[in-house]
């Protein structure tokens, strides 16, 4: 009550905070006519006096009025836009590293480069962060006319791009890119042989455009860059068979946590069958010898049970391709994990690909914590404030709209079934269409989407279908979603990030109508009339009320539900926004409360009557906050269990990293032969031990497998006084001799060329094989709570435990392959080299196998192209620029030979 009274008269202190930075604004006004007076000469200037000022001592904050004074005055010469103090604001918040909460059409994108520009005069590079290559090329092209105008340098990361062009972009001072191209060059950077071969610089100051995306819904599930294995296309396709003969009374699922579990009668039956086609060993399916045909069995269950063919993916072209569950995009080249991609494969009779190992991964949320500067913007973050600080310690601050928002929000319509439910939605629609307003119907899936198409072709109501199945024409449908009498249906806010404007798209509707005529007068009157024709339409739909945003039902977050509603009634249009719900919603039928159910069913709604109500609302808002609860609950675990691999993975990169600065490693090399040495005498002589008790037999045997040595042990052993710490330094001295021999048999810069590579690959060989130890024990952890422990504590352990033999073997690796290496006098022919394995980068949830949301890998084909040796790399390379292959008859589509991976034709045979 206090709290209430104490805000109407002060205000929140978002609107206090606000407050304070129009201060400021006030400050960066005061400099508009000195700037707006520059010749465009002394406007470009300005970027080499900040520079210079910033040399001098200068801080960022001392320079940041006229700096973004600097920038509205270039994007009203460059763009034809002015700055809103609005806007200015915006810039500000992400300048401080906060994220600006924006309406939907407040332009986020133009208030990105005032703490763009200010924060790339450091030098250091920005990161401005995308959730697809569209918008980052877009944006890119866009906005780089501001930046390139006054002299930086812009450069945008997308799939296919070749090494030099991505260390280019990298190098730029702002550079554009996709949050999963950004992670995976990260990852790729960090399997990389030599400094020269990293693509990315140090980390310095990242906005991240639809945050809320990209840092919450996103970041469930890690990025994960994997290699396949053995191909078991049989076994999958054995138990699809199998369990597709289940019937329903076999399983039992839990659709809260996307799960399928076997019922005893379920599981004899399956026994049975699994035992006629030869697929079991033994009589019981959870032995241990069958561990394997479990787990295609879950899979399979999963795949056949709980994922559906057009929800969580569509069949095209004979492959499987996932649907992102936010966005309703298709996600080409991405893969579920743990063999369930393969499962969804048998199910639908495609070929099936080989499983992957993982070879790296990390989180979104541990990659964007690294860098030292972050901020964000989003239209709708306000409901994940909490979550936004407790992991990334970023304030939400709200931004006020440049005009006050018109739109009207009415209340939920509530049916008793989903028929009743579609008949008045297109009802509703038909209506609206016919009175000139354009209406956008967003639906949760490309099936509810296609059920709502024959409903209004039933009611003559001509419409276009948004989802990924139309995926190529998002952009062009979406534009033009405003124009009169339109109707178009939108799985999950498809087309976030194209601007929906009443009337039409200009710049759409020249290309449609006037791409083929050539520039001229008569091009020129035709734009003219296109524009005359456009404003005359938007007059008509803002007369007809503005866009009617209707959908389908409510989704689990209800920041989809405000992005869906924030497409209508940008910068003071009028708008109109509905939701329609049923019984039949998942979100209702899986999280609602089961009193919610008794008492509609109680009252005997009639068939198609419906009802809205403030309660009705209050109880749909607690399932969402209940879901969202969930959600975070779960990214948190994601958190905390790659927290504990993030201290290891840092402790691996940075030790990669000084390998591959140093001019020569062998005092590390050293140290570890003298620690591999101490632990094999250790272990055969332990401390405080009689010689008698000894395993000397055991010594020898390690000292002639490791150390590649066979000294006379049984001679020392009639010493006196003889003890474990004698035998370690004559063994170790013995070592390091046969060492210093074997160096001075080849040339210096070869033998530390030779020690480097080795410590680089037995690091990641250990590596990777420690990662997916990490990965089994997350999966079986839990299990330690039904002895009353914490699961995350006992991984914390095991994980250290882990990582504490992982270095060990990595020691005792590096210092056996150094002893028993051999090396020729002579130069040997070089052998022809292998075609790199297909490495494919994937996004996975490791707790539900969702939202796979990974980039195929930066190359043109999905390969890594720069793990070769340096020993091979080197002889492979060709000067830059040149095809030393041209005199060659290479088909195009062939492996290039200089053994990169990629084809000939985007290799050396690029035109």
């Not at 929140?12 to 465009?40: G, Q």
Request: hydrophobic share 40%; net charge negative; with cysteine.
């Amino acid at each position: 009550m206090l709290g209430a009274i104490a805000k109407s008269i002060f205000g929140s202190s978002n609107d206090r905070y606000v407050k304070s930075v129009l201060k400021v604004v006030d400050r960066i006004n005061d400099f508009e006519p000195v700037i707006s007076a520059m010749t465009d000469a002394e406007l470009v200037n300005q970027t080499q006096i900040f520079r210079e000022r910033l040399a001098d001592g200068a801080k960022l904050d001392d320079l940041l009025p006229e700096a973004f004074a600097t920038v509205r005055e270039a994007a009203k010469r460059t763009l034809g836009q002015r700055h809103y103090d609005v806007q200015m604001v915006g810039g500000i918040v992400l300048h401080r590293g906060e994220i600006a909460e924006m309406r939907t059409g407040e332009g986020k994108t133009l208030v990105a480069t005032l703490a763009t520009y200010l924060n790339a005069l450091e030098g250091k590079g920005v990161h401005v962060v995308t959730v697809n290559d569209y918008l980052a090329r877009r944006d890119c092209d866009w906005m780089g006319q501001v930046y390139r105008f006054l002299g930086l340098t812009t450069g945008v990361i997308v799939p296919n791009l070749r090494e030099d062009e991505r260390r280019e972009a990298y190098a730029a001072d702002v550079t554009y890119a996709t949050n999963n191209e950004l992670g995976f060059d990260y990852l790729r950077d960090n399997m990389k042989f030599e400094r020269a071969q990293m693509v990315q610089r140090a980390f310095n100051f990242a906005i991240v455009d639809e945050v809320d995306s990209i840092l919450i819904d996103e970041a469930r599930t890690p990025l994960i860059i994997s290699g396949p294995t053995d191909d078991k296309s049989e076994l999958y396709i054995s138990v699809d068979a199998i369990v597709k003969q289940l019937a329903d009374e076999d399983y039992e699922k839990d659709e809260k946590q996307r799960n399928i579990t076997l019922t005893e009668d379920g599981t004899e039956k399956i026994e049975r069958m699994l035992e006629d086609a030869g697929l079991l060993t033994g009589s019981n399916l959870y032995d241990f010898e069958n561990t394997q045909v479990v787990h295609h069995v879950n899979q399979a269950l999963r795949a056949n049970m709980m994922f559906k063919r057009d929800t969580d993916y569509i069949v095209k072209d004979g492959k499987v391709i996932i649907i992102d569950e936010f966005t309703g995009r298709m996600m080409d080249g991405r893969r579920w994990s743990d063999g369930l991609h393969q499962a969804v494969e048998a199910k639908e009779a495609v070929q099936i690909e080989p499983e992957n190992q993982t070879l790296a991964s990390i989180t979104f949320q541990n990659y964007f914590r690294m860098y030292p500067k972050l901020s964000g913007m989003t239209g709708t973050a306000a409901t994940e404030a909490a979550e936004f600080f407790d992991i990334y310690k970023m304030n939400v601050v709200t931004i006020p709209t440049n005009v006050p928002v018109q739109r009207i929000d009415e209340e939920d319509e509530f049916y008793k079934n989903t028929k009743d439910k579609f008949g008045a939605i297109a009802k509703a629609i038909k209506e609206k269409a016919e009175g000139g307003q354009p209406v956008l119907v967003g639906t949760v899936s490309i099936e509810k989407s296609e059920m709502l198409s024959e409903f209004l072709n039933a009611e003559k109501v001509p419409h276009a279908v948004l989802n990924a199945r139309l995926h190529e024409k998002e952009a062009h449908i979406v534009a033009q979603a405003g124009r009169k009498g339109t109707v178009t249906i939108a799985t999950n806010m498809a087309g976030r990030g194209t601007d929906i404007q009443l009337g039409g798209n200009l710049e759409f509707r020249i290309n449609d109508e006037l791409s083929e005529m050539p520039d001229g007068p008569d091009r020129d009157t035709a734009i003219e009339r296109i524009k005359t024709e456009i404003e005359a339409e938007r007059q008509e739909v803002l007369a007809a009320g503005g866009l009617f945003v209707l959908a389908t039902e409510r989704h689990e977050s209800r920041r989809i539900d405000n992005q869906l509603r924030g497409r209508s009634g940008r910068q003071g249009d009028p708008g109109l926004s509905r939701f329609y719900l049923s019984l039949d919603d998942d979100l209702l039928r899986i999280f609602g409360p089961d009193t919610l159910f008794a008492r509609m069913m109680n009252k005997n709604m009639a068939d198609g009557e419906a009802i809205g109500s403030k309660w009705l609302s209050k109880a749909i808002e607690t399932a969402q906050k209940k879901v969202e609860a969930r959600n975070y609950d779960i990214r948190k675990q994601v958190v905390e269990y790659d927290d504990v691999m993030n201290d290891q993975r840092k402790v691996i990169y940075e030790q990669r990293s000084d390998i591959m600065d140093a001019e020569t490693v062998d005092d590390v090399v050293t140290d570890m032969r003298t620690e591999t040495v101490n632990a094999i005498v250790a272990d055969n002589c332990p401390p405080g031990t009689y010689p008698e008790q000894w395993n000397i037999e055991g010594l020898k045997e390690a000292t002639r497998e490791t150390l590649n040595l066979e000294p006379d042990i049984d001679a020392w052993m009639d010493e006196d006084a003889l003890e474990p710490e004698l035998i370690e330094t004559r063994i170790a001295e013995l070592a390091d001799a046969a060492v210093a021999t074997k160096a001075a048999s080849i040339d210096q810069a070869s033998w530390h060329m030779v020690e480097k590579n080795i410590l680089l690959q037995t690091l990641d060989h250990h590596w990777k094989e420690h990662l997916a130890t990490l990965d089994a024990l997350r999966q079986v952890v839990h299990l330690r709570a039904y002895a009353q422990k914490t699961p995350i504590n006992e991984y914390k352990q095991e994980a250290f435990a882990l990582f504490e033999r992982m270095l060990g073997n990595i020691r005792e690796d590096v210092t056996r392959t150094i002893a028993r290496a051999q090396f020729r006098m002579d130069e040997p022919e070089l052998p022809e080299l292998p075609v790199l394995p297909d490495f494919i980068t994937t996004h996975i949830d490791p707790l539900t196998g969702l939202d796979d949301t990974a980039d195929l890998d930066g190359s043109r084909e999905g390969y890594v192209t720069t793990t070769l040796p340096p020993l091979l790399a080197r002889r492979v390379e060709g000067e830059q620029g040149e095809n030393p292959y041209a005199d060659m008859d290479i088909s195009r589509n062939a492996a290039c030979p200089c053994g990169s991976g990629r084809k000939y034709k985007h290799c050396h045979g690029a035109v």
